[in-house]
């Protein structure tokens, strides 16, 4: 069985109309829920996991105190030091941590399963998914996201990882520049060398390439895997997004 951590610590704005102050992105109203509770679902009725640690504010200790499968820490003050305080919560820290951000109330439990199998076999530290730019449109239309150019085709990332929990104390300074990046996929191809950004935009690099250069970069075998479920990665950044979400969850 796999463990999962949901990061809950995250603050978002400009999601509504004159918003004043940032708020808590876990905590978000869609319809009747908090976002966080339709995340904490799917990953509840998941075949392969048995245990979540969320890292959040202590109002989610209150939501989950009565479910014994779940647990609640303080998050850190960045989303990598959030994930090292949930793997510290952990007892067993050998098998591969399934982490998901809190801002993906489309996950559902199909899409969690099938990307975990589609893990499973292979041989990789990390495991991250990417999702067609063509199925992700088709599947929902007018949402906004990241999109790249790689030879296979123009793909959009998730926001879940499967993880080998050995290797995050290792790759946390280099991970909080990926993570500041990860929508900027050109200052995260310079950052990466100037011989990758090239390639970048000449339309010449592959998935391959860009799994040996992260790998490289941070001294871990890194896998990309081609999930064809773009719940894995819908997140709510903006109110377009978030107007997306509540039709497909609540109408």
């Known amino acids: 069985m796999t463990k999962a951590i949901i990061l809950a610590g995250g603050q978002k704005k400009g999601l509504y109309k004159n918003q004043a102050e940032p708020i808590n992105e876990a905590l978000i109203p869609i319809g009747q829920r908090y976002m966080i509770e339709y995340v904490v679902e799917a990953l509840g009725k998941s075949k392969f996991i048995d245990k979540i640690v969320i890292a959040g504010p202590d109002i989610i200790q209150e939501l989950y105190s009565k479910e014994p499968n779940i647990f609640v820490v303080s ?4 989303t990598v030091k959030s994930l090292i305080k ?5 007892s067993q820290r050998n098998d591969y941590v399934l982490v998901v951000t809190s801002d993906i109330p489309l996950l559902t439990t199909r899409a969690i399963d099938d990307f975990i199998s589609l893990c499973l076999g292979q041989e990789g ?3 991250y998914p990417i999702v067609e730019k063509e199925i992700n449109e088709n599947r929902y239309p007018g949402i906004k996201r990241t999109y790249v150019s790689l030879k296979e085709g123009v793909f959009t990332g998730g926001n879940v990882i499967l993880l080998n929990p050995q290797i995050a104390n290792k790759c ?3 991970a909080e520049e990926f993570v500041r990046l990860r929508k900027k996929p050109l200052s995260l191809a310079s ?4 011989g990758f950004l090239l390639r970048y ?16 970069v941070l001294g871990i075998k890194g896998v990309g895997v081609i999930s064809s479920y773009p719940e894995l990665g819908i997140d709510v950044d903006k109110y377009s ?7 497909a969850l609540c109408s």
């Open 75 to 78: 998050n850190g003050d960045t």
């Open 86 to 90: 949930a793997l510290e919560a952990l």
């Open 125 to 127: 530290d990390l495991f």
């Open 172 to 174: 946390a300074a280099i």
């Open 191 to 194: 950052y990466l060398g100037w």
């Open 201 to 216: 935009i000449l339309g010449k690099l592959s998935i391959r390439d860009a799994e040996e250069k992260v790998s490289k």
């Open 241 to 247: 997004d978030l107007e997306v979400v509540t039709k």
